[in-house]
């Protein structure tokens, strides 16, 4: 019989900066909900890429000072990149695009030019607001406090001749979608997409651009390039080689079954989208899932801000299963879920060490010590046994319920009550008890036996989220390969009777969660102050001061005399001056953190001498000593302006 089909997709990625958690949150629920349809005998097609397009690329690599597709290469492909992070979270993708791959580009032009002919697209002149780092356009009325409402940064005037698709065309059938259908999911995001952009009246998108080269070319009309939204939404055909050679699957996979995007970028998927496909005349898929972000202390992470987790750095500490368990545990996937190190430490020791990672080592250890490994044949089952194998028995049928409706953590919750069950049950039955009684051994052994079948029914659940670490239980408890299966997930029995386990490393070690945290602390630091600029100097004043003003500031050359720490001050330096009057002149100055005061002695320097005295710590300072301060790195650096000793002391500079 042929196999069900089950189309999947992440986002394609803007290779802009490194991804960090957030990205890897909905990859990781992306693979989970893959590797779940393959348990459950789906042919699968799981899909992600990169969106490589845009003016934001284009920037980035004038910057860098190297073409897009090298700058493009490196992060996609070089070490640490893209490839890297999925191969690392072991996401089972089986397929990448990149919209800058020939074939889709080809296609892209194809389609573009189809929805021209149609009468869709149309040739106009553009007049609105852009935000480059979103490439989002956005009319007047949609800005927030003037700036973008998607990421809150300026946007800027652009007017240019500019094709435009007949987005307000299929207004009405794209509203029908989203209120008349569970096209979008959760429920919650519909009202949003229609109060906000559809009731207001949708207007015509503007879909090509002349101000920069990094995109698509329109081929018959060069100079314009394929605005990138338009490009990047169609990677969920061309990737399965719609209107190009590369690919053959899709007759096969089309429609998808569920694109997966995070919140804010539902619209391009449950307006444009659809809306694009109606055009084309193409089916529209299955459903939009809008999730939620990770965030930091409730606000988005970000690059800017310096609050973004990496997750190399995580998978490194906790291991690659615990991190792609913790993602989905803790959150729920349709709203915000706050990320934090502590969150994270404590779901691994309460869930995988305690619950899960005790219930199998216990396990296999007792089989060890009372049986030597292998399970005996005779076994006396008993009615306290029932509700440990209901429980287990019926489990997947829960799992699979919130498992079809993308509730990944309710699913988990479902597996967890079993453990737990489990793990009581270990306490009722009071195995080490038996032990002592030769004659209870038949019932030790169905002791042992419920134990490990109840972790062989977890385990088959848990392989979508855990699929490293499933697959060592599994070997754990002597589970064959035909009892790994969906099929026997919910067969109570399957597991040979005289089963042999195998003990092996401990799989969820407990973590020290002060040690943890500060070293995860410090890491943090020292990236925080990678991400700082290099060199900051304070802005240029944009106010003019009148010429007379400045005259009437008496700055000289000063010869230091002499130079001394100011007692019970960590910062002040008294300074003896000639200031060219025969007079010594008293200068403080809180430079003491930068030098040390035989360091100066005898050095000139420049001072502004007509300022008004000013007592410090005891002593009255007659001017001021000018330095030169910028920030490197984020920290102050001050450096004393000195000048060439030739200059004579009270020279005046002007
Ligand atoms: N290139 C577009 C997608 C085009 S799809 C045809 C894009 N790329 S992105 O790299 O900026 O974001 C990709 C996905 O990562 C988005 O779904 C976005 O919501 C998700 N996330 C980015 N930061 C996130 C969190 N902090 N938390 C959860 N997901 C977040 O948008």
Not at 426 to 440: C, F, N, R, Y
Request: glycine share 6%.
């Amino acid at each position: 019989m042929e196999k069900k089909k089950f189309y999947i997709t992440t986002p394609i990625y803007y290779p802009s900066a490194k991804l960090h958690i957030g990205h890897t949150y909905c990859t990781v629920a992306a693979d989970t909900m893959a590797r779940y349809k393959r348990l459950c005998g789906y042919d699968v097609m799981f899909l992600t890429g990169t969106d490589e397009h845009g003016q934001k690329i284009e920037n980035i690599a004038k910057e860098k000072g190297v073409t897009p597709i090298e700058f493009l290469d490196n992060i996609v492909k070089g070490e640490k990149g893209i490839l890297d992070l999925w191969k690392l979270m072991n996401i089972s993708n089986d397929r990448f695009i990149r919209t800058t791959d020939d074939y889709h580009c080809k296609s892209i032009q194809k389609i573009f030019k189809k929805m021209y002919d149609k009468g869709d697209i149309y040739k106009g002149s553009y007049k609105g607001k852009y935000c480059t780092p979103c490439e989002s356009f956005w009319t007047e009325s949609q800005l927030v406090d003037g700036k973008c409402p998607d990421c809150g940064r300026e946007v800027h005037d652009a007017e240019e001749e500019a094709y435009f698709f007949r987005l307000s065309k299929y207004a009405e059938p794209v509203r029908k979608l989203l209120e008349e259908t569970d096209f979008l999911k959760p429920a919650s995001r519909v009202n949003e997409m229609v109060n906000n952009f559809i009731k207001p009246g949708l207007e015509d998108l503007c879909v090509s651009r002349t101000s920069f080269s990094w995109g698509i070319p329109v081929d018959f009309d060069p100079g314009h390039v394929v605005y990138v939204w338009v490009d990047a939404l169609f990677n969920y055909m061309t990737a399965l080689g719609y209107l190009n050679d590369k690919y053959d699957d899709c007759d096969k996979y089309w429609p998808a079954d569920v694109h997966f995007v995070g919140k804010e970028i539902v619209r391009f998927h449950s307006i444009i989208w659809p809306a694009m496909l109606m055009s084309m005349e193409l089916p529209l898929p299955k459903h939009v899932y809008g999730h939620g972000w990770l965030v930091i202390n409730g606000s988005k992470m970000s690059k800017s801000k310096g609050n973004v987790v990496d997750p190399y750095i995580l998978a490194e500490h906790f291991g690659v299963d615990a991190l792609r368990f913790f993602l989905l545990r803790t959150f729920p996937f349709g709203t915000d879920g706050n990320f934090s190190n502590e969150l994270l430490i404590n779901t691994i020791n309460i869930d995988l060490a305690n619950n899960l990672g005790n219930l199998v080592s216990r396990t296999c250890a007792m089989v060890e010590k009372y049986f030597g490994g292998t399970l005996p044949a005779e076994k006396e089952f008993d009615t306290a046994d029932d509700d440990l194998i209901g429980l287990a028995s019926t489990l997947r049928d829960k799992y699979e319920a919130e498992m079809e409706n993308y509730q990944f953590q309710n699913a988990l919750e479902e597996v967890f009550k079993v453990i737990n069950r489990a793990n009581k049950y270990i306490d009722e039955t009071m195995p080490w008890a038996l032990a002592k009684d030769e004659g209870k051994k038949p019932r030790l052994a169905a002791v042992m036996y419920n134990l490990l079948e109840t972790v062989r029914i977890c385990t088959t659940l848990l392989s979508p989220f855990i699929p490293e670490s499933a697959e060592k239980i599994f070997d754990y408890i002597g589970a064959c390969d035909g009892c790994r299966v969906w099929e026997k997930a919910n067969v109570w029995g399957s597991l040979s009777q005289t089963v042999s386990v195998k003990k092996g490393e401990n799989l969820f070690p407990r973590i020290d969660a002060e040690k943890a945290l500060a070293e995860l602390e410090a890491i943090a630091k020292e990236q925080k102050k990678e991400a700082l600029p290099e060199l900051e100097t304070e802005p240029l004043l944009s106010e003019n001061v009148d010429f007379d003003t400045f005259c009437k500031s008496d700055l000289r050359a000063v010869k230091i005399k002499a130079c001394e720490a100011v007692k019970k001050s960590d910062k002040l330096l008294k300074f003896t001056l000639d200031d060219g009057t025969g007079k010594d002149r008293t200068i403080l100055s809180g430079i003491h953190k930068y030098y040390e005061p035989e360091q100066l002695v005898g050095k000139t320097a420049v001072a502004i001498l007509n300022l008004p005295p000013r007592k410090m710590m005891g002593h009255e300072s007659c001017g001021m000593l000018i330095s030169a301060v910028h920030t490197e790195k984020g920290e102050e650096k001050l450096h004393l302006l000195l000048v060439d000793d030739a200059i004579p002391a009270g020279a005046k500079l002007c």
